[in-house]
């Protein structure tokens, strides 16, 4: 049994428009966690770098999602919204993460090959590391679950793999220290620093697909504006991008099961349940049947309502950045605090002198 004290973390990029995909795979579930639990939630600016290195936009990039959790409804007070490279702390445990983890796991994750794409010896160390800097965010608070979209699966898995070795190289280290915590990984009982984080993937849209090709998934980095809904659209933008979306000639079928080998109905589906916090099988007991010209005018109307406040108080909030950087100093201040008590342990128990 899990015997650390449960806390949330995540992150976002501020790496371009926040699509649907994010707001439903990542920071909806950000607001419904914090009701019950304490969160921390990173605009994780590091990570921009590892992609473009450049960016003249970084600090508009870095309010604009505050904005957007603030909009969607994140409490900063209660809990912590700050931007990454605030808390110095996650690139030094990313450093002593990049001697824990193997070249072999690294080699494995599909995100580096994607994005890395034909031009693998030309991409950054950075982006090939970025898992284990990911792995440091979480882990500098020794965070126990991770809400996140279905891409991010991997990543977590490594996450883990880098707390088992870490806790499995130190296991005498860590009895001595007195900062570790038994737990059961299986049947084995160890006595651990890091938890093993727990990803929160659930949802009728764990994986939002772009509206023109439902087997891709909906990414800032995607050419064609009309693939992704930005949180910044507006109601005639969003209409005009769902009407265009790419569907197949047949009705909605009645079972869940009937979307199989139809990825574009399964996707606006279920956007629809994400959405309207429905299952699949509710959508298509309410449409099933129908054809899209029916389905597409709900879908707009039930995507208008639910984005258009998001979007009416990110624009306010966008409005004051003296406010939005208010936020991030105090949440980057509270953050520090926290990250700092983790560093001095890890230090301690590798036996570095401070
Ligand atoms: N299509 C998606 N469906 C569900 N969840 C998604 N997320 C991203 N795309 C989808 C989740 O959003 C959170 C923040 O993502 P990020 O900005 O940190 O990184 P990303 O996954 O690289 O986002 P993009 O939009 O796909 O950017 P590019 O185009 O740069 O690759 C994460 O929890 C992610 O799972």
Redesign the pocket.
Known sequence: MNTFKPLVF????P??N??L??Y????RKFVALQENNDCIYCV?DL?ALT?QLVHDDMASQIRSITAAFLASGIDPKSHIVFNQSAVPQHAELAWIFNCVARIGWMNRMT?FKD?AGKDRENASLGLFAYPSLMAADILVYRATHV??????KQHLELARDIAMKFNMDFMEKIRASGYGVDITVGEEPVHAYFPMVEPLIDGP?????SLKDGTK??????PSDLSRINLMDDAETIARKIRKAKTDPDALPSEVDGLKGRPEADNLVGIFAALADKTKAEVLGEFGGQQFSVFKPALIELAVDVLAPVNAEMRRLMADPGHIDAVLRDGGQRARERAEKTMKEVRDIIGFVQ
């Open positions: 995540s992150g976002v990029q790496t371009g926040l699509h995909g994010n439903l795979g990542a920071i994780v990570h992609a995100q994005k809400p996140v979209g279905d891409d991010q849209a764990p994986r939002v697909m998934k909906m990414s800032k980095s995607d």
